[in-house]
């Protein structure tokens, strides 16, 4: 098994962009969350899923969308890039709402 | 809302015990954890204690769980310069079906 994988692991984006970034697991868990960890800090959930169809707003969704169309993907989606979304992301998965295993994160510098 | 709390930084001797502790107020907690995430890495599982035990021994590693105090703390014996790393506290509960986590104690081993 890969676990939980994202992509890209860097990207620089100009104000105003937008991108996805894209999170995959293959271990046929129900529950995904994607999380913003800022320099120094813990984590901060910005959405999570319990299954295919079902999304809800974590602690900071504001700038994010997010889609679960299948058991394995939960894209992130930025639509227009600002500094304050310059963090580390990172995506989870777990079965049912119990321990969560982590992908590598994604660096986002927006400038 | 509910809160997890950690001291940000702990610095030890190598060979020394650590003991990194948490506090976390929602009484509904049925699942407190500890992650470990070094440098440019993202969140890798340590341990895991239900609610209804007082302690969990892993190999090095001792949780400590008051549940009257609401109070977590992970011991770390003979503490090795490759332990140096973030540890996060985390809780799930009933009333919850997403994560909580600390913002994380810096742990530093000095040879």
């Known amino acids: 098994n890969a676990g939980v994988t994202q992509t890209p692991k860097f990207r620089i984006l100009k104000i105003g962009q937008s991108m996805t970034l894209q999170c995959t697991q293959d271990?046929?868990?129900?529950?995904m969350y994607w999380y913003r960890q800022d320099p120094g800090m813990g984590l901060k959930l910005i959405y999570y899923?319990?299954?295919?169809?079902?999304?809800d707003k974590g602690e900071v969704p504001n700038g994010y969308n997010v889609s679960r169309s299948t058991t394995e993907d939960f894209p992130l989606r930025l639509e227009l890039a600002a500094p304050s979304q310059t963090s580390v992301y990172f995506c989870a998965s777990s079965f049912a709402a119990y321990e969560q295993y982590f992908g590598p994160g994604t660096r986002l510098t927006v400038t | 809302g509910e809160d997890v709390e950690q001291s940000l930084f702990l610095s030890v001797r190598e060979g020394d015990s650590s003991v990194i502790n948490c506090t976390y107020t929602?009484?509904?907690?049925?699942?407190l954890y500890w992650y470990k995430q070094e440098p440019g890495a993202g969140l890798q599982l340590l341990t895991y204690i239900f609610s209804n035990m007082d302690m969990k021994q892993d190999q090095r590693l001792t949780v400590l769980l008051n549940k009257k105090d609401k109070h977590l703390s992970l011991r770390i014996a003979d503490t090795q310069t490759g332990d140096s790393a973030i540890y996060f506290c985390a809780e799930v509960s009933r009333n919850n079906n997403d994560m909580r986590f600390g913002a994380g104690t810096r742990l530093t081993v000095k040879p």
């Open positions: 899923s319990v299954g295919a169809g079902i999304t």
């Open positions: 929602d009484s509904s907690s049925t699942y």
């Open positions: 271990m046929n868990h129900n529950y």
